[in-house]
């Protein structure tokens, strides 16, 4: 007999195959995408069981627009558009507190599919998100899926939307309950919002930190017999320590499967064999009947992201990220400029954050901002040394490496994911960085108002708050260091400061120098 799993994650709110750059997009991405592929999987497969894996409330301008601008008490578009798609399971990703707890207990009434939830407790060691596992009779299989939400949550969330919530390690929890449930089941499945910190050879890929512990669960714990990750956005399917693993990417891109072939012996039964596959979506059509409930909705977002909202006096659009991140350009600056006026302080980090940026065209739109601007941070100031500065510049330069003598992208950037987002650029000082240097020696330059800047010396920084509370490996900042904090995203933060800005002059003032001199 055959057990079929299929999985989504990190969909973000991404129901058409749009990222919202341009009005027309046929992106080979989108959850209905997936569910023009669940149903041609089902109808192929024996035994199926259908899980989404968390981070589907935030990311998308869909997912902004229905929370923020319409202010809807639920994400019902997207928690319908799941309904639809018939998922047995569901677990929760670090996205789903963005827009507060009220929102998210709302999102989870209203979904068709089981939430799992074994490691987050309330204040009386209850499990108010959903039961840590459930179990599913398949003709007479008793499987049971144990569902789990990265830890890390708590390091980027605010405060306030996690409110007598305490988070524990995926790995104590699942040492926990996978015993509890082997009493119980013939086998068990771990479906987890957190990703793989090492390779097949134990060496580390992420930070040790306990955002990602899926080495360390299979490593330690028998009795799983397979399991589905997320949160790292990377594309995985085969074994680790002869379990199956997938990984889905994001948006959409891609449809998990696991097959478990089972067999019994003794009156046991047991995964004989076991094959783990992604299926890209790009080839599915969209689900037209998914697709008609929602393009009211979608008309809505497109008039609202197509409104005027400034003008530019020059240009601040780009067709080359690299570039950008050697040389600075205009809507880098102006990102910069409207962090420091904002928070007060003059000194600004920010990343460009992802390859598909473009700047912003002239008017700006909504459009511009929030496929610009893709992550719900907020702002922090942090009071720092001058020592924190030149630690922190020095690990942003660590992005480049050079090959032949020219400036390129440091492999470990680029995988096993990207993460263009952790190299910044900073403003409101002078510094240069030579990647001809070894690591850690690379800024020949730095001045804070035309004097060099001392060890000692206290500044004012304005960061998002993932890199304040040391995102990225940034472990000069931490929590204990920020002084004031702006509760708004950023993207409504540049749009409130848009409309009372409706022109804007474009101006690059080559703070920085990215040089490869030996």
């Known amino acids: 007999m055959k057990i079929n799993i299929l999985a989504t994650s990190d969909t973000h709110g991404f129901l ?24 041609d ?19 998308s301008p869909l997912a902004y627009f229905i929370a923020k601008v319409k202010k809807q008490p639920s994400p019902s578009q997207i928690s319908n558009t799941f309904n639809m798609m018939d998922y047995d399971f569901g677990v929760l990703g670090n996205h789903e507190f963005n827009y507060g707890l009220d929102y998210l207990h709302k999102a989870i009434k209203e979904s068709d599919r089981q939430f799992l939830c074994a490691n987050i407790i309330d204040e009386h060691n209850n499990h108010p998100l959903g039961k840590p596992y459930a179990i599913k009779n398949i003709n007479g299989i008793k499987i049971g899926f144990l569902g789990l939400t990265t830890q890390g949550t708590t390091k980027w969330e605010n405060p306030d939307n996690l409110k007598g919530l305490t988070f524990l390690s995926a790995a104590d929890t699942a040492k926990k309950y996978i ?74 891109e891609y449809v998990g499967h ?41 008309n809505q977002i497109n008039n609202w992201l197509d409104e005027p909202m400034a003008n530019i006096q020059g240009n601040m659009e780009f067709n080359d990220s690299f570039n950008v991140r050697l040389n600075k350009n205009s809507f880098i600056q102006f990102i910069q400029e409207i962090q420091m ?55 942003s330069a660590k992005y ?54 001392v060890s000692d010396q206290k500044l004012k920084i304005a960061l998002n708050i993932y890199r304040a509370v040391g995102g990225g490996n940034f472990t000069m900042f931490n ?12 993207s409504q933060l540049i749009a409130d400061y848009l409309r009372n800005h409706k022109n804007i002059k474009a101006k690059n003032n080559h703070n920085f120098k990215v040089i490869y001199e030996p």
Not at 41 to 59: A, L, P, R, S, Y
Not at 359 to 380: D, H, K, Q
């Open 179 to 252: 015993p509890e449930m082997r009493k119980q089941t013939d086998l068990n499945v771990i479906v987890y919002h957190g990703g793989i910190e090492k390779d097949e050879f134990g060496n580390p890929t992420e930070e040790l930190n306990g955002e990602n512990e899926t080495y360390e669960i299979l490593s330690n714990i028998d009795g799983i017999d397979a399991i589905v990750t997320g949160h790292q956005h990377r594309k995985i399917a085969g074994h680790l320590f002869n379990v199956p693993i997938i990984q889905v990417g994001h948006r959409g």
């Open 258 to 298: 696991i097959e478990l072939d089972i067999d019994q012996k003794d009156g046991k039964y047991f995964v004989k064999n076991s094959n783990a596959e992604l299926i890209e979506t790009k080839d599915y059509k969209i689900d037209n009947e998914i697709a008609k409930t929602l393009l009211p909705t979608q």
């Open 41 to 59: 999987q089902k109808e192929k497969m024996e035994n199926t069981v259908t899980i989404d894996n968390g981070d589907f409330i935030e990311g």
């Open 341 to 395: 006026t904002t928070m007060g302080v003059d000194i600004s980090a920010t990343a460009l954050f992802n390859n598909e940026a473009h700047g912003f065209e002239n008017p700006i739109t909504m459009r511009n901002i929030i496929t610009n601007y893709v992550y719900p941070n907020t702002l922090a100031v942090l009071e720092i040394t001058g020592a924190d500065l030149k630690a922190a510049i020095e690990t």
């Open 479 to 490: 929590a204990s260091k920020i002084i004031k904090k702006d509760g708004r995203m950023m």
């Open 16 to 39: 058409f195959p749009t990222n919202y750059v341009n009005l027309k997009d046929n992106k080979p991405f989108g959850l209905l995408r997936c569910a023009s592929c669940f149903k």
């Open 400 to 453: 480049f490496t050079a090959e032949n003598g020219n400036i390129t992208i440091n492999h470990d950037y680029i995988f096993p994911k990207a993460k263009h987002y952790n190299y910044d650029m900073y403003e409101g000082i002078d510094y240069v960085i030579n990647v001809a240097k070894p690591f850690g020696q690379r800024v020949t330059k730095l001045l804070y108002h035309g004097k060099p800047v």
